[in-house]
């Protein structure tokens, strides 16, 4: 059976193949209609021929438009609960309930309207059994009609007043035939909704709104153990914002002094900190024998940069709102005195350096006793860096983190696998993905190795116009390679949902996304519905529009119970798929299960949230109903497999524009084209930077590792994470907006300090073969091997030195000859500094020159005759002078 979460306008042509669909179709007509309104109104057509949101950046999610709002919420879900001031919490945790029970459901109420309400009473509803996660979604999003099976009222006896809450017990009866009951006559996985009645103020009894969850009803008896149990592996994220204070450079021999905008996470390590709890969940849970299955079936998912500014905290850092200028001048005496009298600094020691050491250590022991997987830098949306087409920052996005969890954790992590937190890849992106293999030579897996072995042969880059800094360079690149990458010699593995490769060649759960490059599918449904769990619930890119509603509409218990029986599930839909055992000679043997790939929200997860997830996996592998599966089984093809996709992997390039893989519905979330001509620019220019310095043997910091820094805050600002919760999208693309404003305010200070000086008048040339002076300075810590770059009136030639090579931290005075019209009598030329293949990486600067007109020729011929006369006469008085005090000695003598 097809998922209904496949998207419905590909060439495939798929369908919902689900009994709800059609039942959800006709409740949300109108719904459909605004939804497909706002696609059309919001979206812009990719390089990969996906839909991509433009201009995300600039709206706001209190005031979005109706066209975007539909993006992230169906308006036809649920009218009446979004309306409704009445909220409903599920309090009690329904675990282990089998049929034939009978449990008390605690049920909270609170008024948040203005006005009274009164005769409340409220029941149990459910509908019919559910087969797998995406008909369970979209069972959940039905009109309160499809849940026809009720249980008994109960009438609370008092009226709520404004502000007020209660809190009620409901009956629930799972007996088969009980005259209370909901109807349950067999095991499995139902919808259930608590419906709320009142009256509000003067008016009539009706429905106020609903609160509504996943039930499993397990058999009476213990759960047997399955024959064909399927494996289960689960990723456990390790991510955080940092704090970081954007456009940080790099030093050497020692590290950079770490500056964090915040303490925050320092609040998260320290004891019973966010990230505290989710680690000592972790090692508890995995320890000792009892542990070892799911150690077994789990694998640490860390953010690299976490861990690398975890590390850095230990040696002390500094809380503070400013980054100093690494290329400012010494300031003098007097200058500094008056700044640190008139302006308090807003500095402070952090506090967090014994807990991030403490933290790291436990981490780095539950590393070396088991997986460990890096995700890409800071959890930056992968699609949206291979747009900027800048292939050092999707190297840095997509290689750097392994090598930082081997150094830091001193543990072997998982290689050449790639986790989009997005939830899929493009067509373009998934042409970059060779660049994340670390298995290869070490000049062409290290980006840093690669940059200087490509820099001898001639570093290809993204080109700007020739009179303008990549900073100003208005054009949005070419998401693909200028030229095919090499393939891998070690393939390249990829996590996406499975309504996210919908005509890419496939077997089983593998994908062909390109040459060396296979897509690794898992459960698009059950990691929509894990990603709404947790304090800030997620609508995800690949989610079915027919489901996306507020998730706020349930209370966190609620949605946490939909999440763990949504897991479960997964888990027995993936066992009776299988084929069933066959007797009799001949008879082909019974295929295993496919695995199911668990994939929770990366952040903000709640570490209680995550435990009971957690858990959840714990209880399916104790009770032989799931068997653990290592990472890399579950994502490794066979053999057989490998030469089915190699196979089918067109060598000649597909036309652009087709559609085979990608984001599947439209996705509110991504980074807007604002933000990826900002990083596009940015990076560029440090491409260009960096290549205009040289490395010196006797300067241990090298030109790669001055920019690399600068480079990972654009992937920090490019991040998924805190985008895909309508209500944090705006702070999200605020922070994003500010990583990128500091960090082009750095850049400027860079671009600034390596300048050519004008010389602040005018220059007046007696002779055509008169120089010109200039003054180039700079700022760097490496020296600067630049060219002079011209502009002037037809007939100019300004004959600039070959090499320009300026000192790091100095300054250099050069000369240049110019062939110059004499008419007009003032030329001006424009002077760059460009590298040495013509990327420009200064300011322009304006030489006015006075040529040889007609009266300055007459002065000059006057002056030059001038200075002839005083010369001969100079000579002839110092002869009359000698002769005088030669015959004065003489008559003396006498």
């Not at 539950?366 to 291979?386: E, K, S």
């Not at 304090?535 to 509409?553: A, F, I, M, Q, W």
Request: net charge negative; hydrophobic share 40%.
């Amino acid at each position: 059976m097809i998922p209904s979460d496949f998207p419905r306008s590909t060439t495939a042509h798929l369908t919902d193949g689900d009994r709800g669909a059609n039942r959800v179709r006709r409740v949300r007509a109108l719904g459909g209609a605004l939804l497909a309104a706002g696609f059309l109104a919001a979206t812009t057509v990719g390089g990969a021929g996906h839909p991509t949101i433009a201009s995300a950046q600039e709206r706001s999610v209190v005031s979005l438009p109706d066209s975007s709002a539909a993006q992230w919420r169906n308006p036809s879900i649920r009218e009446d609960d979004a309306a409704s001031d009445i909220e409903i919490r599920l309090e009690s945790p329904l675990e282990n309930l089998r049929l034939g029970m009978k449990q008390i459901v605690s049920v909270t109420i609170e008024n948040h309207s203005e006005q009274v309400v009164d005769d409340l009473s409220l029941r149990l509803q459910r509908s019919a059994l559910v087969d797998d996660p995406a008909t369970a979604r979209l069972a959940l999003t039905d009109d309160q009609s499809a849940y026809g099976y009720t249980g008994p009222f109960t009438d609370l006896p008092t009226p709520l007043n404004p502000g007020d809450s209660v809190t009620v017990g409901l009956p629930l009866d799972t007996t088969p035939g009980s005259p209370d009951g909901l109807g349950i006559g067999a095991p499995g996985v139902y919808p259930v909704m608590i419906n709320l009645n009142g009256r509000p103020g003067e008016g009539i009894i009706r429905y106020l709104t609903s609160e509504r969850f996943l039930l499993t009803v397990g058999e009476p008896d213990a759960t047997p153990h399955p024959s064909a149990a399927p494996g289960v592996t689960m990723l456990w994220p390790l991510t955080a914002p940092t704090g970081l204070v954007a456009g940080e450079t790099g030093e050497a021999p020692l590290a950079a002094p770490l500056l964090l905008e915040n303490d925050d996470l320092a609040t998260q390590l320290r004891e019973g900190g966010r990230l505290d709890q989710l680690l000592d969940t972790y090692i508890d849970a995995t320890s000792g024998d009892s542990g070892s299955a799911l150690r077994e079936a789990t694998c640490l998912a860390i953010d690299p940069q976490l861990i690398d500014v975890v590390n850095r905290m230990r040696d002390g850092y500094t809380v503070t709102a400013e980054r100093p200028s690494p290329v400012s001048g010494t300031p003098r005496l007097r200058d500094s005195w008056r700044a640190e009298s008139s302006t308090p600094s807003a500095e402070q020691p952090g506090v967090g350096a014994a807990a991030a050491a403490d933290w790291l250590s436990r981490l780095r022991t539950a590393a070396g006793q088991g997986c460990t997987v890096a995700l890409p830098w800071a959890g930056t949306d992968i699609n949206a860096v291979t747009r900027t087409g800048n292939q050092w920052l999707v190297r840095e996005a997509l290689s750097r983190g392994s090598s930082v969890i081997a150094d830091v954790l001193d543990t072997e992590p998982e290689r050449n696998l790639v986790i989009p937190l997005s939830g899929y890849v493009t067509e373009s992106s998934a042409a970059w993905l060779p660049l994340a293999d670390t298995t290869g030579a070490e000049n062409t897996v290290d980006p840093e190795s690669a940059w200087e072995a490509l820099q001898r042969n001639g570093l290809p880059t993204v080109r700007q116009p020739a009179d303008t800094a990549a900073l100003e360079d208005p054009e949005m690149p070419d998401p693909y390679p200028l030229e095919p990458l090499p393939v891998p010699s070690t393939g390249i593995r990829v996590l996406v949902t499975d309504n996210s490769v919908w005509n890419a060649p496939t077997k089983g759960r593998f994908a062909g996304l390109g040459p060396g490059v296979t897509g690794v599918t898992y459960q698009g449904s059950l990691a929509a519905t894990l990603a709404a769990t947790g304090p800030e619930p997620l609508t995800v890119g690949y989610s079915n529009p027919e489901t996306r509603h507020d998730p706020t509409l349930d209370s966190a218990r609620a949605r946490l119970t939909t999440g763990n029986t949504a897991l479960r599930l997964a888990v027995d839909a993936a066992r009776r798929t299988a084929t069933s055992p066959v007797a009799g000679d001949g008879d082909p043997p019974p295929e295993a299960p496919e695995p199911v790939i668990v994939i929770p929200p990366a952040a903000p997860a709640a570490p209680t949230d995550s435990a009971e997830l957690l858990h959840t996996v714990a209880r399916l592998l104790e009770s032989g109903q799931a068997r653990p599966l290592s990472l890399h089984e579950a994502t490794t093809p066979d053999p057989a497999t490998e030469s089915v996709l190699a196979r089918s992997a067109d060598p000649v390039e597909r036309e652009r524009g087709t559609s085979r893989f990608g984001a599947p519905f439209p996705d509110p979330s991504v980074p807007s084209d604002r933000e990826i001509l900002a990083a596009t620019q940015q990076s560029n220019y440090m491409n260009d930077l960096t290549q205009l310095m040289v490395n010196d043997p006797g300067i241990a910091l090298t030109r790669y590792e001055f920019m690399r820094p600068l480079m990972l805050d654009l992937l920090r600002g490019l991040t998924v994470i805190g985008r895909r919760n309508a209500e944090e999208y705006a702070t999200a693309t605020a922070r994003a907006n500010r990583i990128f404003t500091l960090n082009r305010k750095m850049l400027e200070r860079l671009q600034s300090s390596v300048a050519l000086l004008p010389p602040g008048y005018v220059y007046t040339r007696v002779s055509q073969s008169s120089p010109l002076l200039i003054v180039a300075r700079n700022g760097l810590p490496l020296p600067v091997d630049g060219r002079i770059s011209y502009q002037g009136p037809p007939g100019s030639v300004v004959h600039v030195p070959d090499q320009l090579w300026i000192p790091a931290k100095g300054s250099i005075m050069t000369q240049m000859t110019a062939d110059l019209p004499t008419e007009p009598d003032q030329v001006t030329l424009v002077l760059r500094l460009s590298g040495s293949q013509g990327s420009v990486v200064s300011d322009p600067v304006e030489i006015t020159v006075q040529t040889q007109g007609p009266l300055i020729g007459l002065l000059g011929r006057l002056i030059i005759g001038l200075l002839v006369v005083a010369l001969v006469a100079r000579l002839i008085q110092t002869k009359v002078v000698r002769r005088i005090r030669g015959a004065r000695r003489t008559t003396g003598t006498r």
